[in-house]
């Protein structure tokens, strides 16, 4: 029974089904067209005749003339070696002429109006037809013609029986063909299922490696497996972020522990309590900014977000480099701000802050000497910022993971930052709608672009599908 559960056994099984469906209303359709064409053809016979014999009779005004060498009338005699019975009544029923086998018809009636009538005889008589024999309005005479109808119904049962034995015989060779074509067509399938199988989260890199045909499977199996990289390279992020954050948070509970370990080693004087507090200080704001920076990116995942508001863009980066100017001056650098008036979108306007101060600061904190520019200007329905610098710029070959979680291109992490701010801004881009790309910029340094479209109708934590695949 577990057998006629599998998708090759119900296709054959539908299949036969089809088909003797088919083949059965095919053969009932050629069954009564055969029957009706040949009682058709046997009518046809009875009628040419029965139109004969009248024509035979000898007719003499209005009377009907006798004659003893009818039935031997050569016409006659080939009727008779035909099978055909013909019989000719007076209009009372009395019998003038007759050959074959008349003694089996019935008494010859017929309506005034009728002008010929068939009729279907009992058993194996046949079929007959009868013709009245007028002159003017007196009815002189009706014909009887009958034929047997076992030629037909010979022809008829040939057929069934052709049928009754061809028809299963088809289904069966279709069932068949149709389980074999299952097979054939489903064994990728299987493949794909037993390679499936094997397949743990344990090790995503395997792969289902099938021959890459251009059908439905072969496309299936390319889907596959390009979930199965996706799938591979989230559990990869997933492992490097796991130890990425461990060790940015285990350094600097390390250096709080080691210091409270230090003080509590011996007794201390005010000072050396004094500059342990302030270490202390330091680490536990490390921890702070890394706290908020992984509660900013989880902020995403929520659907307990503000809704969009109108954001004058001009006004709120104004403000930004307006903050970030005594920094930016303090390493002697510029900061310049090339932004015009009216630049709207609807937005999270903290978001956007966050966006922007990160990738201001961030300019100014890699860059030594020059300065960074800050500019803004409308595209096609969105606005576009720009934030170039002229500092240490960012390697080609870090600019495809410069937004991922924890990744710095410094391998030794000496500098500062905990590796989340690019990715926090690819998380406020995305939520709006928008695009941030990192490249080169002309005059040397790194130059980061933000695209926003000016109208989003959804809220930022729904559209977000950038790192939470890294998680």
Excluded: C
């Excluded at 489903?186 to 490696?209: G, H, N, V, W």
């Excluded at 100014?364 to 606005?383: C, L, M, P, S």
């Excluded at 939520?431 to 490249?439: D, K, P, R, T, V």
Aim: avoid cysteine; hydrophobic fraction near 45%.
């Amino acid at each position: 029974m577990q057998r006629f559960r599998t998708l090759r056994a119900r296709t054959a099984l539908w299949t036969a089904s089809l088909l003797f469906g088919v083949l059965s209303l095919f053969g009932v359709f050629i069954y009564a067209s055969l029957a009706d064409g040949l009682t058709g053809a046997l009518d046809d016979s009875l009628q040419l005749v029965a139109s004969q014999v009248v024509a035979g009779l000898d007719i003499e005004g209005d009377h009907l003339v006798y004659s003893d060498t009818f039935a031997t009338e050569p016409e006659n005699v080939d009727f008779r070696a035909r099978g055909f019975t013909v019989r000719v009544s007076t209009a009372e029923g009395e019998t003038l002429y007759a050959f074959g086998q008349a003694e089996a018809l019935p008494a010859a009636r017929l309506e005034a109006t009728e002008r010929r009538a068939f009729a279907t005889l009992d058993g194996d008589a046949g079929r007959m037809i009868t013709v009245p024999v007028d002159a003017g309005t007196r009815r002189l005479a009706l014909v009887q013609v009958t034929q047997s109808t076992a030629g037909v119904q010979d022809v008829l049962d040939r057929l069934l029986v052709i049928l009754a034995i061809s028809v299963p015989g088809l289904v069966i060779v279709a069932a068949g063909l149709g389980y074999f074509l299952a097979v054939r067509a489903l064994d990728p399938i299987d493949q794909i299922t037993r390679r499936a199988q094997r397949i743990s989260a344990a090790d995503l890199s395997a792969r289902l490696d099938l021959p890459p045909t251009d059908d439905e499977v072969g496309r299936l199996a390319q889907t596959l497996n390009a979930m199965l990289a996706r799938l591979d390279d989230s559990f990869r992020r997933e492992r490097q972020f796991t130890s990425d954050a461990s060790h940015e948070l285990r350094t600097p509970l390390t250096a709080m522990q080691t210091i409270l370990a230090t003080m509590r080693a011996r007794p201390r004087t005010v000072d050396d309590y004094r500059q342990a507090l302030g270490d202390l200080a330091e680490e536990t704001e490390r921890l702070h900014v890394l706290t908020d920076s992984l509660l900013a990116l989880a902020r995403a995942q929520t659907d307990a977000l503000p809704a969009f508001e109108a954001v004058d863009l001009s006004v709120l980066l104004r403000d930004i480099v307006d903050a970030l100017l005594p920094p930016a001056t303090a390493k002697g650098l510029t900061l310049h701000p090339d932004l015009p008036d009216g630049l709207v979108l609807d937005g999270d306007r903290d978001a956007l802050l966050r966006l922007f101060v990160n990738l201001v600061d961030n300019a100014i904190k890699f860059t030594e000497r020059g300065g960074v520019t800050v500019e803004a200007a409308w595209d096609a329905g969105a606005i576009v910022v720009r934030v170039a610098d002229t500092g240490i710029g960012i390697p080609p070959e870090h600019l495809a993971r410069v937004f991922d979680r924890f990744y710095r291109a410094d391998p030794t992490r000496a500098l500062p930052g905990a590796g989340l701010g690019l990715a926090i801004a690819r998380t406020i881009v995305q939520a709006h709608g928008g695009q941030i790309e990192a490249g080169p910029a002309p005059g040397g340094g790194a130059l980061f672009t933000v695209r926003l479209p000016e109208r989003v109708t959804r809220r930022w934590g729904d559209t977000y599908s950038g790192p939470t695949s890294h998680l």
